[in-house]
């Protein structure tokens, strides 16, 4: 841009227009942000034909000897339907839509789900599996069959007729919970809990307070691991706090037609556990008997349940649960108090923090860590205790950083990135680096996106985009690799190859992080339609790059790569409605000479100015000539009309 800058007087404002300039350099971001849109496409192809059978099905159909097992067969799918809402193909669109079908039909047949909905699995599980419905619900809001089924699918959870959700004591009645009602136990394989599991060791004992059970190794007796089998099922009863992600099902079903029954279960399921929170000095119980009291299997201890605070995971799944339905609440009630349920439950592991690597911690988790720090794995960094049993809290390991980002991403509270910046400040490394790996949720890069936003990593969009081409060629490769049978790999090869990668473009074009993994509904700050194909995503050869985040505040910068096509593009706030843009600040040149005279070595040097309008209808359309950007500062406020799913017919209620 030009240094010379000036402001045009409020009298020559037109309503509404947009200022862009030609650019006299192509950003690296923005090719390679393109770059990646042909490559995922490409990618998926190879994915679709190699696994894949032609009605949607993955080529191996896997035996089932327990309950365990929908989420992995939907999982590799779980970001399609976000890809095509980014800008992806409508081919993209319909494979996706295609999987689920396909996938349920041999889920159906493998006796794992009743009338398309998974018969009883605990909610760490399901709400992986639900994510993919989730984002073909957003992406597709039109689709009548996906419409239905939103609506049936909640109406397991809100209808007391189908047994999981008990109207009086305002409890869910089972960790195992599903189409076929609240299930007894934890299923046949874990009638006895023996020590011959390696893989599940390192987690420890499933409850610790058992009569002459005081180590793994007390296991290996059989009749200790009989009483511990035992003991297992007959605590599995009551509600457990992870079932909070139910909650998501419910608002995927009111953003398509505000029932206000569904509205009442999702505000009043979710205080119920905040009044139990605020009974234990503000810290979620994990635990609620059948009675409805808080540790009534557990000998009067808040801690101990399925999925709890005690076993197997602690925090990675109280933490993940408590932000998704934190949000969840904020949604449908319009208010964020309920954020503090979340907060809490961050903040109390991380006052009893400590320091030191990773690599000698002995955290349970502590393998995938390593991985995702790479070469700074034996470097001290911030740990905090994961776990809460009968000696307090332990098993020490490094803090999440998506729970706490998505706290402030969602209330752009100061306090939440204070202690965003507190977790920042305790990696053994740079947070600006771009540390190259990827797992299964396809997360973990959110401290270089934060220091981005925060203007600390100017880098972060090249760095990042250079990363995920790298993850796409990888998981290409590991596809294509010949020794691949695809009908004899292990039930999690599919999502580990899976090539569709949205963190990225999740952080770059929509101004959010990635999807909360465990039943996180696929919200953005900013959401784009192609005004000449009349769908929805950036229209090819559009990048687009949203650099600040603000209270009220959204900056963004759109690039046409293209050097003969003119693109519209439409900028909306917020998926769902939540937002909308009241008003639009532009930066760019008014009657510019460009491209100038033929025998000049320069593009011509046009005087910048901005130009400040109001926005009528919530959105804003950019028209961008062929090779021109446009730099825009949006102001956005909270929506008049209730959150939705945009693209029904009717319209939604305005709100009280």
Not at 26 to 55: G, S
Not at 280 to 291: F, H, K, Q, R
Not at 294 to 300: S, Y
Request: include cysteine.
């Amino acid at each position: 841009m030009s240094p010379e800058t000036n402001t045009m007087p409020d009298q020559e404002k037109p309503t509404m227009s947009v200022l862009t300039f030609p650019l006299a350099r192509i950003p690296a971001w923005a090719v390679l942000e393109r770059r990646l849109f042909d490559a995922v496409e490409e990618a998926w192809r190879v994915f679709d034909a190699r696994f894949c059978d032609a009605d949607g099905r993955v080529l191996r159909t896997p035996e089932f000897d327990s309950r365990d097992g929908v989420d992995d067969l939907y999982e590799p799918f779980f970001n399609w339907p976000t890809f095509y809402a980014l800008g992806g193909s409508d081919e993209i669109l319909a494979s996706a839509k295609r999987h689920w079908e396909g996938v349920t039909a041999q889920l159906t047949e493998g006796g794992m789900l009743t009338d398309e909905y998974e018969n009883g699995y605990d909610w760490f599980h399901q709400g992986e599996s639900l994510i993919f419905l989730y984002a073909l619900c957003a992406a597709d809001p039109d689709d009548a069959a996906f419409a239905e089924r939103a609506r049936r699918f909640a109406q397991l959870y809100t209808d007391p007729s189908h047994g999981n959700w008990d109207p009086e004591l305002n409890i869910i009645r089972a960790p195992h919970n599903g189409s076929l009602g609240p299930l007894p136990g934890l299923g046949p394989q874990w009638q006895a809990y023996r020590a011959d599991q390696p893989e599940m060791r390192k987690y420890g004992l499933p409850l610790d307070s058992l009569p002459g059970i005081r180590s793994w190794d007390d296991l290996a007796d059989e009749e200790n691991a009989r009483r511990m089998g035992q003991e297992m099922q007959r605590r599995a009863a009551g509600d457990v706090a992870v079932n909070l992600a139910a909650t998501t099902l419910a608002v995927n079903r009111w953003l398509y037609d505000g029932d206000e029954a569904t509205a009442r279960w999702v505000i009043g399921y979710i205080d119920g556990w905040r009044r139990r929170a605020a009974d234990n000095d503000g810290l979620i119980p994990d635990n609620v008997a059948p009675d409805g009291r808080v540790g009534g299997l557990h000998d009067g201890a808040w801690h101990g349940g399925h999925y709890g605070w005690t076993w197997p995971h602690g925090l990675e799944t109280i933490g993940m649960a408590t932000v998704i339905a934190a949000i969840n609440h904020a949604i449908v009630s319009g208010s964020t108090d309920a954020l503090d349920l979340a907060r809490a439950s961050l903040d109390a592991p991380m006052s009893h923090a400590a320091s030191g690597p990773v690599e000698e911690s002995g955290f349970s988790l502590a393998g995938g860590w390593s991985e995702r720090y790479g070469e700074y794995a034996d470097r001290p960094g911030m740990l905090v205790p994961h776990r809460y049993g009968r000696d307090g809290w332990f098993d020490y390991g490094p803090p999440r950083l998506d729970l706490p980002l998505w706290l402030w991403w969602f209330s752009r509270d100061e306090s939440d990135l204070a202690r965003l910046r507190t977790l920042l400040d305790g990696l053994p490394h740079d947070p600006a680096e771009v540390i190259a790996f990827r797992d299964k949720a396809e997360a973990g890069h959110e401290a270089a996106w934060v220091s981005f936003l925060l203007g600390e990593a100017p880098d972060y969009p090249v760095h990042a985009l250079e990363m995920a081409l790298g993850q796409v060629a990888r998981r290409v490769a590991l596809m294509t690799d010949a020794d691949v049978d695809p009908r004899t790999v292990h039930l999690h090869f599919w999502q580990r190859v899976n090539p569709v990668v949205t963190e990225v473009l999740s952080h770059l074009v929509s101004g959010a992080p990635q999807i909360l993994y465990n039943g996180g509904l696929p919200l953005t700050a900013l959401r784009y339609r192609d005004e000449d194909r009349h769908r929805p995503g950036l229209p090819a050869d559009v990048a687009a790059l949203v650099t600040r985040l603000g209270d009220g505040e959204v900056d963004v910068e759109l690039v046409n790569l293209s050097q003969i096509a003119t693109r519209r593009v439409r900028v909306i706030a917020s998926s769902f409605a939540l937002q909308r843009i009241t008003a639009v600040r532009s930066e760019g040149v008014a009657h510019g000479t460009y491209p100038g005279r033929s025998e000049a070595y320069a593009s011509p040097r046009d005087p910048s100015i901005t130009r400040s309008s109001e926005v009528s209808d919530g959105t804003v359309v950019v028209e961008l000539p062929p090779a021109h950007a446009a730099r825009l500062t949006l102001t956005v406020e909270p929506e008049t009309v209730r959150p939705h799913h945009d693209g029904r017919a009717d319209a939604p209620a305005t709100k009280e």
